[in-house]
């Protein structure tokens, strides 16, 4: 009891001490606010959940947003796989799957074993590709694979896929099967540049070189995958 309240005391001093001090430093000391992917420009996300001003959400943010409102503004069917955006102020109007975390509205379900009535216009996943039989008891490096050809087949004929995966988190199922499967032709890359979490886009070779959590915290690249049916 004694130990939990220590370990919560500290995450929050912790939390704050982020907040007051390690964000406003990382603002301030970035050579630009906006980050390019594919000659567009991007605000960096800064929102406090999950720190994001000092990890990939930064970036998978905005991209991901961008993305969505265009189907949401079209009123197009949505699907997320992973509930992320949620906890960054985004208004729920799109179905969700995560197997695990519990929140209202949320379903509940293996996306594998997740079967629609109806297909989608657009899908699209946040960090959350490389955790399926990963981070899971039951291990199996095919199961990402498994899981991007599952939500391709979901999808509506002209719908898109959108997804971000950290290199080396699970190089396993993410490098050495699922970004080499032939269906992912268009998969982009972003990478860490330096303390001050700035992001620049790359080519494949470079950013498949970068270690997870080496040399910053959490990943130091990112793939970008874009389908489309």
Known sequence: MI?????????KY???VGKVIEKPYIIKNKTSQQFIFNGA??????????????NERTVEIPLAQKALSKYLSAQQSVLEVGNVLQHYSIPRKYTIVDKYE??????N???IDFSPSEKFDYIFSISTLEHPGF???????????????SLIKNLEKGGELFATVPIG???????????KDPLIQNTQFMKR????????????AEALQCNYNRPFNNANAIAVINYKN
């Open 135 to 149: 981070d899971e008891k039951e291990k199996d490096p095919r199961k990402p694979l498994r899981v991007l050809k």
């Open 3 to 11: 130990r939990n309240i220590i370990n919560f005391t500290r995450g």
């Open 41 to 54: 420009k991007y605000d960096y996300c800064y929102h406090d959940y999950g720190t994001s001003w000092r």
């Open 109 to 111: 379900e293996d996306i």
């Open 102 to 107: 519990k929140a209202p509205g949320v379903i």
């Open 193 to 204: 540049i330096n303390g001050a979490n700035e992001w620049q886009q790359v080519g494949g």
């Open 169 to 179: 988190y699970n190089p396993a199922g993410v490098e050495s099967m699922m970004l």
């Open 14 to 16: 912790n939390e704050l």
